[in-house]
């Protein structure tokens, strides 16, 4: 079945850098984008771009420039999500969903969630 | 892009059904039929209910249904179920080739 799994929980201190990993498995990982989505402590879902996982050409919503970077190991079917200059607010959980439809957005499946916790 | 504004919280009665409502602008959700709907259990990972705007992915009840007029969709849930309590966002595609969330509806069922 088709299956994403992300990496584990991190906690970091404010300035350092995280990357959350998100394994495909049960289908062609460059036939479909991948997206990353947040979630805030008790906050709702906040869209953050996505990668053509066939170019690798990513795509950032605003407020995600700058110290948010995606990218693919096609050979081991993964995106990655990297965060630099961890900031207190960048606590969340973060998924990784694929792109099912081929227009418009339909997200499905969701990874189980990484959650990044930024604290001294 | 501004959040899609759903209403904070909507409760219903087993049996009964509920509807909630997801306003934008004519630049995502009365621009294209590409709203969908994700359903989120506390702490677990969204699921996807309704996709372009009416459409159930394979094993999901038929009594989700989504539906949209101008600017504004809505899902409704029929018979509502103890299980259906979670909370829900709505998603819509941009003009601006992004996509975005609304805030989130949490359903109870009393």
């Known amino acids: 079945q088709v299956q994403l799994v992300q990496s584990g929980s991190e906690l970091k201190k404010p300035g350092a850098s995280v990357k959350v990993s998100c394994k495909a498995s049960?289908?062609?990982?460059?036939?479909?984008?991948m997206n990353w989505v947040r979630q805030a402590p008790g906050q709702g879902l906040e869209w953050m771009g996505w990668?053509?996982?066939?170019?690798?050409?990513?795509t950032y919503a605003q407020g995600f420039t700058g110290r948010f970077v995606f990218s693919l190991d096609t050979s081991v079917s993964t995106a990655y999500l990297q965060i630099s200059s961890l900031k207190s607010e960048d606590t969340a959980v973060y998924y990784c969903a694929r792109e099912h439809c081929s227009a418009g957005t339909c997200l499905a499946p969701w990874g189980q969630g990484t959650l990044v916790t930024v604290s001294s | 892009q501004s959040a899609l504004t759903q209403p904070a919280s909507v409760s219903g009665s087993p049996g009964q059904s509920i509807t909630i409502s997801c306003t934008g602008t004519?630049?995502?959700?009365?621009?294209?039929?590409?709203v969908s709907w994700y359903q989120q259990h506390p702490g677990k990972a969204p699921k996807l209910v309704i996709y372009?705007?009416?459409s159930r992915p394979s094993g999901v009840s038929n009594r989700f249904s989504g539906s949209k007029s101008g600017n504004t969709a809505s899902l409704t849930i029929s018979g509502l179920q103890a299980e259906d309590e979670a909370d829900y966002y709505c998603n819509s595609y941009t003009s601006s080739y992004t996509q975005v969330f609304g805030g989130g509806t949490k359903l109870t069922v009393l």
């Open positions: 004519s630049s995502d959700v009365g621009g294209y039929n590409y």
């Open positions: 049960g289908y062609s990982f460059t036939s479909n984008p």
């Open positions: 372009d705007v009416s």
């Open positions: 990668i053509n996982t066939n170019t690798g050409n990513p």
